[in-house]
């Protein structure tokens, strides 16, 4: 969320007439491609993801009802859905989860808050990731051009 409000701030139309200098909107602009690139595993991620079917290492049980029902046509009820151990049978790609606790850490378990999905979480990255996009914000502006940004979320993007 903050990085959607930081991108907002950085272009509202008012910024500069009351004086946010270039090298503060700059900074705007790479803490929200931080911000996206840690999501997508990148940096201090860890190679993390939070973002389900994105990366090598994402999140394979997401708390979301319809993703964690069995395929084999079964009811689906708390004990072969929300507890059930392994990863969920059906992959919601693109869901991004509630992600890591105040310590960095992250549980892949559905029984877990840091597991569940809701467009809360997917509405302001995907603002995030069309501001990076409409203002061509790029890593090698920020941080020395270290970053998953250009190698991991665009080679998602759509090419039509």
Partial sequence: MAAVLAMV???NPKSKTRGLADYVIGNMECFALQQ????????MG???????????DYPSKPKQRQAS????GSTCNIQNALLASGPNPHVITGAIVAGPDGTDRYADD????QSRVSPAYNIPFMGTIAGLLQYD???????MGQGLYQST????????
């Fill in 9 to 11: 701030y950085a272009h």
């Fill in 36 to 43: 996206v690139t840690y999501a997508l595993g990148g940096q």
């Fill in 46 to 56: 860890k190679g993390r993801s939070f973002i389900v079917g994105v990366g090598s």
């Fill in 69 to 72: 029902c069995p395929t084999d």
């Fill in 110 to 113: 559905r029984t877990n808050d």
């Fill in 137 to 143: 914000v790029k890593p090698s502006q920020c941080q």
């Fill in 153 to 160: 979320f665009l080679s998602f993007t759509p090419t039509k």
